[in-house]
């Protein structure tokens, strides 16, 4: 675990991953549990992002290729990605990754504005951004990662 914070107050956890080359990150909060890669059924007329549903003990789970989602290409699974299943607002869907990197725990001043830049789609994902040894994480708002539109879908 990596502290970013001195003195620790008003913080939170924070797990960070990786998408190609870059890092994200999602509050600890969300998170139900991490998941190695489980092919998932496809499901009809589902948005290109969803790649299917999983079985996670008796309930049906739909998977979400965050790489697609965030406009980063579509992942090519192996089976050293990871489903991270996370809860947002009433549903509880898989987040398809490349790889769990680290726990943060982080106070929320270190959380830095996005750059104002328009016309770039991945702003509209992230929350803000965390510097941290050399690396730029962004965190990720997963309410706007699963809009009402895609919650209806998924």
Known sequence: MTDISLDGRDG???ISFRIGEQEFCVDIMAVR???GWTPATPVPHS???VRGVINL???VLPVIDLADRLGLGRAVETARHVIIVVQIGSR???LLVDAVCDILSTAD???QRTPDLAGD???NFVRGLIALDGRMISLLDLDLVLD???REAA
């Open 12 to 14: 939170s956890e924070l």
């Open 47 to 49: 948005p290109p992002f």
């Open 109 to 111: 001043h270190v959380v």
């Open 33 to 35: 549990e991490i998941r």
């Open 92 to 94: 509880i869907v898989g």
């Open 148 to 150: 009402q539109p895609q």
């Open 121 to 123: 789609q991945m702003q």
């Open 57 to 59: 003990r008796g309930a």
